[in-house]
């Protein structure tokens, strides 16, 4: 294949991670929406029900370290394709949920299971595979679609005003079976064979990238097999490895204790369901276009990229906090626009920073450690959200929380350092 096919090939990669993302993360962006309805309906606490989520932030925390290896080892058409009908199949079953157990289980633990097969890290490792210099606007086109699944929030709202909450999450998986499905299975694949366990067949070319010559080692950092590039347990060994795993663990927290409360904190305020859900839906396109900022940090740097996403995150939830005035929501909107981007912003700037730093035919499994940071921090801020409000009957000591936690990340990523691992 010439180097010319690769490149457009690559393209196609980028575009339909996007569309996978977008719709096949839209039950995450849509879980505000779905919140607020099943409050009105079962009357459960916050913390009960916003503990949903927080399960599946867990489940996905424990799942996205094996998907990482799964994919390494069979590669995405197989991963992609189990993960979505395991998906559309756990929506199904949520839809028909009766008590707080059952969903749990089904959006707890099945959907969020299908979720991460159809998540940031396999179309990460196939995209820096096909990408494997200046990575971080291809990551920044696909994983926008992270971002623009939480503008499918607008069509659960209008779904759940009309037909129900059963039947928004019956759409979404119908949306999962016949356009992220057949997508994944036509398209996805590496651009050269990946190894499986009994090793490379003879006459393929390996993907692994071998250590640059004279790469200088952390004390304790073992060189391991020439040629063999980073491997989780060589990763884990580095303090660079724990410095960005905080930093993904602390941005899970800040962004999933504000995405799974915002619209309860709105409606709260006074303003309507459907405003609320639109912000959320307003978020989701800016956040696109900040993800789609992803050149940016190829540009001024992984730290720079990422701390202008962080503190524009913290000053969005400032923002939020001074919505309180449904009739001028000028801060709501400053919110929903400023939120986006800086979150869109920190997604592609972290995700480079890792494959910057540890380059590999193992970083699948790598990505997905940091994937189980990421959403370890996920499920605890939610959780943190809800019980504050039943304990203190206001928001506002939780969001000051996920600001500090925005801001303590970007300073791990500095310290982490990618900036010199790029001149190595």
């Not at 989520?53 to 996905?60: C, K, P, R, Y």
């Not at 070319?205 to 491997?231: D, H, V």
């Not at 699948?364 to 996920?378: E, Q, R, T």
Request: glycine residues 14%; hydrophobic residues 50%.
């Amino acid at each position: 294949m010439s180097v010319k096919r690769r490149w457009h090939y690559g393209w196609v990669i980028v575009a339909v991670s996007f569309i996978s993302m977008f719709i096949g993360l839209g039950p995450r962006g849509s879980f505000p929406i779905f919140y607020v309805a099943m409050l009105e309906e079962f009357h459960w606490t916050r913390a009960g029900t916003a503990g949903v989520f927080s399960i599946g932030m867990l489940t996905a925390a424990i799942t996205m370290p094996i998907v990482g290896t799964l994919f390494d080892r069979y590669g995405p058409k197989l991963l992609m394709g189990i993960g979505s009908v395991v998906l559309a199949l756990g929506l199904a079953a949520a839809s028909r949920t009766g008590d707080i157990w059952q969903l749990y289980i089904s959006y707890g633990i099945v959907v969020t299971a299908g979720m991460s097969c159809v998540s940031v890290v396999p179309h990460t490792a196939i995209i820096t595979n096909w990408f494997t210099t200046r990575s971080g606007r291809a990551i920044g086109l696909a994983t926008s679609g992270m971002g623009g699944s939480y503008a499918i929030a607008i069509l659960s709202q209008y779904v759940t005003s009309n037909y129900g909450w059963r039947n928004g999450y019956l759409v979404l998986g119908i949306l999962v079976a016949v356009i992220v499905l057949p997508l994944v299975l036509a398209f996805q694949r590496l651009r050269t064979p990946s190894p499986s366990a009994s090793g490379e067949r003879a006459g393929e070319r390996s993907t692994a990238m071998p250590a640059p010559q004279g790469q200088r080692l952390e004390k304790g950092n073992p060189p391991g097999k020439a040629g063999e590039g980073w491997t989780l347990r060589r990763a884990m060994r580095t303090s660079r490895f724990w410095m960005v795993f905080l930093a993904f663990f602390l941005s899970g927290y800040a962004s999933f204790l504000i995405g799974t409360h915002q619209v309860a904190f709105n409606v709260d305020m006074g303003y309507s369901q459907f405003l609320a859900a639109s912000m959320v839906g307003l978020f989701g396109i800016v956040n696109t276009f900040g993800r789609m900022g992803g050149f940016l940090s190829d540009r001024i740097g992984r730290e720079g990229a990422y701390s202008m996403g962080a503190g524009g995150s913290a000053v969005a939830i400032m923002l939020l906090l001074l919505a309180r005035n449904p009739l001028n929501p000028f801060f709501l909107y400053g919110w929903a626009l400023l939120f986006g981007l800086g979150i869109g912003l920190m997604g592609p700037s972290i995700l480079a920073t890792t494959a910057d730093l540890f380059k590999g035919r193992h970083l699948g499994a790598i990505i997905g450690f940091m994937g189980l940071g990421f959403n370890a921090g996920g499920a605890l801020g939610p959780w943190v959200g809800g019980y504050i409000y039943d304990v203190l009957g206001k928001y506002d000591t939780a969001f000051y929380s996920a600001i500090a936690a925005a801001v303590l990340s970007a300073m791990f990523i500095w310290v982490a350092a990618p900036r010199k691992a790029r001149r190595e």
